[in-house]
């Protein structure tokens, strides 16, 4: 449904200039849900928002449902009220002027040919409807409250069945309760409708657990892109893993590789790897652990366990996470419910789980993303 | 936590702040006593002690030693802003060491500064001139009416003068025009007031309504009602309104208004001579003459210097620097310019100099209703 | 209470009753801080304009027989026969300028905000210099200008376009208008650039074309703020002195402000009527004031966002260069002539049209007259001690009020900002007059009239607002946990006040410092009730020497007044945009 190419934007002129989107592309399925993720000024909102027509490419095209939205190189442009798109900001930007009902009938009557009056309206009461708003109509926008201001958003957005639905960090000025509730809300509506949807957002929670698609981005380049799962599980670039909660990174070299383990030595201790590919042993890898990839001794060494010392130690109400000075450096170390008596100080003793290791790799300034279903990634890219 | 349970409790060294605003409040009173004293007027006598009626005694040479402790004197007077310099430099050349300090101040506005101030207890004033302005405080007590000039001159027939007061110059009103832009517009030059009410006129010509002299001075001779009757023909002749004389001489120069009714003898005989093609100006016969009077303010700041500059100012070597300047002068000693004054050729009308207050102010009523001037709330 | 050791701690000091205890609490620091600031402000503001209030209402009012109170004042004044009149030509005259002045300066902040206009730089130029040039030097030169045998009229014949009286409502109103449109330009460059451009791209992606946009978004949302740029635009108006005297004066056009003039000049004074104006034109600009505030409000509250994004520039395409066409015609008529004029002038000994001819009359006579005159040498050293006066006691005042207000929760202090921002409705006629009023008739043991303290007292009244406006915001953007930390680190409140708060506001402190000067430097109006021969400021010079006819005087005068003003603006934007003493704030945890 969507399609990107080597899409660019440059602001300002030459040295001065800023490149915020550098060359990205990627594919949305129809009706699938694509999360554009990364910490701010990666250039994800730059991306939609080439995507909406509020920006123009400096290079690159976009297609949507096989028509030619923006082409650089044909300068062609088709501006955002002519494209078949609905989007929620980040802001909710709902106009202050008109009630609720107005806001969202907006986008019909500005259709052209006219909509009968009654029909825009039997429109309004359905997408507000649909998301639990059918009895606030006549009211002023300003008189609600920021989740139902954001519903309104999302009622407006749809109300013309785009094709597109694009949704700019919606969740962010949300409390944590709310935001949670919206989220699924959300995801419910999108499944329901199966339109195509875009969502930017920096975080991975939201990104894990809204979409079919991930694609994360860092400094206007796609870093990585796949299923959630994927993402999360194996990540391919050391900055997907950190983005992701795997809070270990350290770098080792590999002793030994059979194609599906690979054994490397850290200057913590020796662990094993998920090995995807054949490694040549000797190489230096990047490699990130998660925290709770760990089984804690606490009586003694065990075999092939780490020596470390704890730091300090804080608690998280489902767990607790142990700072732990090993090897000449910091690892985290999480432990699941009580507290098994450690603290600042004390020695300790961690197994890491076999195969639980991932490799991956630092991004290079150039670097081509990873993207399985994109054509355009070479093979064999580790 | 709540914004409104954080109180910021500052280390409380004892009243900081308390001493700091008595020193504050200290200074402000020192300040207002400082711009008190510099401010107020030390009444009625001078640095030296003498009181008023000793100085009304002096002759000028015992006056001036007092006067140049003194140091200067401040003069409201109508005359040109231009002419003020020379007069200036002429009186402190006769009496160095004090300055004159001369404000060139139009219309009534002599009378209400110096009843303003002294309202306030700070009179600034020392001498006041103009027609009518030394009167109008004469009559509100506000003038020296003991004080005898040294070399007042005898007056003309039909000119008399309160006591305490005497006459700086004779204004005498003169029609001013532009010959170049007349001619441009095709006009001849007026030979008189009448001309100026015909339509050809409408609108060229300006007239000031803030002063009634050409009622005050053709009235007494000519017939109160009928000079009226003339001023309403006038103002129904849309005349352009300008507040002072000397701003309808420069008007005229500058060819912004062709003809200006209300123009100093004075001013025209000297822009006349300065660019012929600009001014010319014409003697009505009967002249409206307006008397300047001059007076010293009572409780002025500097009584020694006022009486000495006002000596000098009507003795024969005042006035004769007076009238270089294109004025006229009362005294007999002194030849008058004759193209400015001719009393064979143009017969002189003084106007009334001791009319009361009121009957001034109606006479302006009537002149500017009759000017279709919307004045105050009248 | 125990403590750990068991025994019951020694108190510090005997409590005192609750009664007293709350009393000493009330004359807290902070209180007393409070109290005299309000009391400083409210004397400057309320109590000049209570003496108004009490004149209007006195017969014999400063005179020498017995008064008494009375409505004959009100009824004399406003049944007199030329009341209506004066109304309505007040009104009809600042109605014409509103309207012209607010559609001109709207529409050149949208060209310069929306469009892709070149050169912006001379619009803002154009826009914003016209502000140095005091009222009456503006006047000068359009009289100068437009005179029946000036330069514009004898193009306009040449050309066979009918000649333009200035003398006229017309000419009033096309010179206030011209001085005017700066301020609604301002006005309208703080609305447009400060609007939510998110709510434009929700309606171009919700499908309505960049015209139906504007229809239907960005006008409904900008009309409130327009409109209350408008009545503020005609608040000041009505309250302006100097091109009613010099143009409407002897186009028999009165106005409000004028009448009211005419009325302290002429002998005797008639101090009853003259209050009952005041009155009207006070009521007239409090009314404006609180519609303005009304509508004004309610759209920066909702449309104001400071967002950081750049707003959506329209592309004009080839119309653009009409846009500078229209900007740089504007920009001609309402800066370039005038200041050439004003330069031409001055450097002829008597004014003369432009013409070859006169090249050969040009000297610095005039200029070295002013040096050698030492009147306007006193004139100049009084505007300058009065000006660095002003500019010194309004920061102070503003600085400490700006800290009750934004720092403290003391809970009167909606009553100190509403004084310290009402002389924004108090006309400067009113201010003069009022002031006159006061301090002739107070009991004080101290004469201030006449004096400079009189006329800093009046300025500083009238720049209050500006000052505030400067260092509020300033205050504001600086963290209250600043403060909290010094204190907690055992700063007295003194302390915080010189050692933080002080060396963060210098840029703002700067800014509001030079811009009273200018205000002070400036002014002329109520100068003109106020000063005496000791006391004399070049404005009240200028004045004088214009009445006396000497034009070209008056032109030098003013030139160097302009180049004196344009070096403190232009040392104000220097400071002001320094916003290197970077306020440290908190981050914003939302984000």
Request: charged share 15%.
């Amino acid at each position: 449904m969507i399609k990107v190419t080597a899409l660019q934007k440059r602001f300002g002129e030459g040295a001065a200039g800023f490149t915020a989107v550098n060359g990205v592309s990627f594919t949305a399925e129809p009706g699938s849900f694509v999360t554009l993720l990364g910490p701010s000024g990666c250039g994800k909102t730059t991306t939609l928002r080439l995507l909406a027509g509020l920006e123009r490419p400096t290079g690159g095209a976009i297609h949507i449902d096989g028509e030619c939205m923006a082409s650089a190189e044909k300068r062609a442009f088709v501006p955002p009220h002519r494209r078949p798109i609905g989007m929620v900001f980040q802001s909710y930007a709902i106009w202050p002027h008109m009630t609720v009902a107005g806001n969202v009938a907006f986008p019909l009557r500005v259709q052209r040919p006219r909509l009968p009056r009654a029909e825009v309206g039997h429109r309004v009461e359905e997408a507000l409807a649909l998301v639990g708003l059918e009895q606030l109509g006549g009211r002023m926008s300003t008189e609600l409250s920021g989740g139902q201001q954001q519903r309104v958003a999302l009622a407006r957005a749809l109300v013309r069945q785009p094709k597109v639905l694009l949704l700019d960090e919606p969740l962010s000025n949300l409390d944590a309760a709310l935001r949670e509730r919206m989220r699924d809300e959300i995801r419910e509506v999108q499944q329901r409708l199966g339109i195509t949807t875009v969502f930017v957002t920096h975080d991975q929670a939201e990104a894990l657990a809204m979409s079919d698609q991930v694609i994360v981005m860092d400094g206007g380049n796609i870093v990585e892109s796949g299923l959630p799962q994927e993402i999360y599980n194996f990540p391919r670039r050391t900055f997907t893993a950190t983005f992701l909660g795997v809070s270990n990174n350290f770098t080792g070299t590999v002793t030994a590789c059979d194609g599906q383990v690979a054994t490397i030595t850290t200057p913590h201790g020796e662990l094993t790897a998920r090995a995807v590919d054949a490694i040549d042993p000797g190489q230096e890898v990047r490699v990130a652990m998660r925290p709770d990839a760990f089984t804690i001794h606490r009586s003694g060494p065990a075999p092939g366990a780490w020596h470390g010392t704890v730091r300090f130690a804080t608690y998280h109400g489902d767990s607790w996470l142990y700072h732990v000075d090993t090897g000449g450096a910091a690892i985290k170390i999480r432990a699941a419910k009580e507290k098994i008596g450690l603290g600042h100080g004390d020695d300790i003793y961690l197994v890491p789980e076999p195969g639980a290791a991932i490799i991956t790799r630092d991004t290079e300034p150039d670097a081509t993303p990873l993207a399985p279903t994109s054509p355009t990634a070479p093979k064999g890219e580790i | 936590m709540l914004r409104s349970d954080r109180k910021v409790n500052f280390a409380m060294r004892k009243s900081t702040i308390r001493r700091a605003a008595l020193v504050a409040a200290g200074l402000a009173l020192a300040s207002g006593v400082a711009a008190c004293s510099s401010g107020g007027s030390s009444p009625s006598s001078s640095s030296s002690g003498s009181t008023v009626s000793q100085l009304n005694g002096m002759t000028d040479a015992q006056l001036y030693p007092t006067a140049k402790q003194e140091g200067k004197v401040t003069w409201y007077t109508s005359m040109p802003q231009a002419d003020l310099p020379k007069i200036a430099a002429a009186f402190e050349k006769t009496y160095p060491g004090v300055t004159l300090n001369a404000l060139y101040l139009s219309g009534q506005t002599p009378v209400t500064r110096v009843e303003t101030e002294a309202k306030a207890g700070s009179v600034q004033a020392d001498v006041v001139s103009g027609s009518g302005d030394a009167v109008l405080l004469d009559q509100a007590g506000l003038i020296d009416s003991t004080f005898k000039p040294k070399d007042a001159p005898a007056l003309p027939a039909g000119l008399s003068m309160p006591a305490g007061l005497a006459s700086d110059r004779l204004i005498t009103n003169v029609i001013t025009y532009n010959p170049k832009a007349v001619a441009a517009a095709g006009l001849t030059p007026p030979t008189s007031f009448q001309d100026l009410t015909s339509p050809k006129w409408k609108g060229k010509f300006s007239i000031d309504p803030t002063t009634a002299d050409l009622l005050d001075a053709l009235g007494p001779a000519e017939g109160y009602s009928t000079v009226l009757g003339l001023i309403k023909q006038l103002g129904d002749n849309s005349p352009v309104f300008v507040t002072s004389h000397s701003l309808a001489a420069s008007q005229v120069a500058a060819g912004t208004v062709l003809v200006a009714a209300s123009t100093y003898g004075q001013t025209a005989v000297v822009d006349a001579q300065k660019d012929p093609t600009t001014t010319g100006f014409v003697n009505t016969n009967p002249l409206p003459v307006e008397v300047s009077e001059v007076g010293i303010v009572k409780n002025d700041p500097n009584p020694a210097a006022a009486r000495l500059f006002m000596d000098w100012l009507i003795s024969k070597a005042g006035q004769q620097i007076v009238v270089s300047l294109g004025n006229t002068s009362v005294r007999t000693d002194v030849s008058n310019n004759p193209q400015v004054w001719n009393p064979a050729k143009w017969k002189p009308d003084f106007e009334n100099v001791s009319q009361s207050a009121a009957v001034t102010d109606q006479q302006l009523q009537e002149w500017q209703s009759a000017l279709h001037y919307s004045g105050s709330g009248s | 209470m125990a403590n750990a050791q068991g025994t019951s701690p020694v108190p510090l000091t005997t409590p005192p009753s609750a009664l007293f205890a709350r009393v000493r609490q009330w004359f807290s620091e902070q209180n007393i801080i409070f109290l005299i600031t309000t009391l400083v402000i409210a004397y400057l503001v309320l109590v000049p304009v209570g003496t108004l209030v009490i004149a209007s209402f006195r017969s014999n009012f400063l005179g020498f027989g017995p008064s008494s109170w009375t409505l004959n004042n009100y009824s004399a004044t406003l049944g007199a026969s030329s009341f209506p009149s004066l109304i309505g030509n007040s009104l009809e005259y600042a109605g014409l300028v509103t309207l012209f002045a607010t559609v001109i300066g709207m529409a050149l902040a949208w060209l310069y905000v929306r469009t892709n206009t070149p050169a912006k730089w001379f619009a803002l130029l154009a826009s914003l210099v016209p502000l140095i040039i005091p009222g009456l030097i503006n006047a000068a030169a359009w009289v100068l200008m437009l005179a029946p045998n000036g330069p514009v009229n004898n193009a306009a014949n040449a050309v066979g376009l009918p000649r333009i009286q200035v003398y006229s409502l017309t000419g009033m109103v096309l010179v206030q208008t011209l001085q005017t449109i700066p301020l609604a330009f301002l006005m309208g460059l703080a609305m447009m650039g400060s609007m939510d451009r998110s709510l434009e791209e929700a309606a171009a992606v919700s499908g309505a074309t960049p015209r139906r946009t504007l229809r239907s978004i960005v006008f409904p949302l900008m009309r409130p703020g327009v409109l209350g740029a408008a009545l503020l635009v005609f608040v000041l108006t009505i309250s302006s002195f100097e091109v009613p005297q010099l143009i409407g004066v002897p186009a028999h056009e009165w106005v409000l402000t004028t009448e009211i003039y005419n009325a302290t000049s002429q002998y005797p004074v008639k101090y009853g009527t003259v209050a009952v104006l005041g009155m009207v034109v006070l009521v007239i600009a409090l009314l404006g004031l609180y519609l303005s505030r009304r509508l004004g409000g309610m759209t920066v509250r909702e449309t104001v966002t400071g967002k950081g994004f750049r707003p959506t520039i329209i592309d004009l395409g080839r119309w653009r260069w009409a846009s500078f066409g229209a900007v740089a015609i504007f920009g001609l008529i309402s800066l370039v002539l005038p200041v050439c004029a004003l330069v031409w002038a001055s450097l002829l000994p008597v004014y003369q049209n432009p013409s070859g001819a006169a090249l050969h009359k040009l000297t610095l006579s005039n200029y070295t007259a002013i040096f050698d005159t030492s009147s306007t040498m006193n004139a100049a050293e009084n505007t300058i001690v009065i000006a660095v006066l002003t500019g010194l006691i309004t920061t102070l005042i503003c600085v400490v009020a700006a800290y009750l207000l934004v720092k403290t929760r003391v809970r009167a202090r909606r009553v100190l900002e509403m004084l310290a921002t009402a002389p924004i409705a108090l006309p400067s006629v009113i201010l003069g007059v009022s002031l006159l009023y006061w301090y002739l008739a107070a009991p004080l043991p101290v004469h201030l009239y006449g004096s400079i303290a009189i006329l800093v007292i009046a300025f500083v009244t009238g720049a209050l607002p500006f000052g505030l406006r400067f260092i509020e915001p300033a205050f504001s953007q600086i963290s209250t946990e600043l403060e909290e930390a010094a204190a907690n680190s055992g700063a007295t409140r003194f302390q915080v006040f010189t050692r933080i708060y002080l060396p963060l506001l210098r840029p703002a402190l700067t800014a509001a410092f030079l811009y009273c000067f200018i205000i002070a430097f400036k002014e002329l109006t109520s100068a003109l009730f106020l000063y005496s021969p000791k006391s004399e400021v070049l404005s009240v010079s200028m004045y004088s020497s214009w009445i006396a006819g000497s034009y070209t005087s008056v032109c030098a005068m003013g030139t160097l007044m302009v180049i004196v003003l344009a070096i403190a603006v232009l040392l104000v934007r220097k400071l002001g945009s320094s916003r290197t003493s970077r306020t440290i704030q908190i981050p914003h945890v939302a984000r």
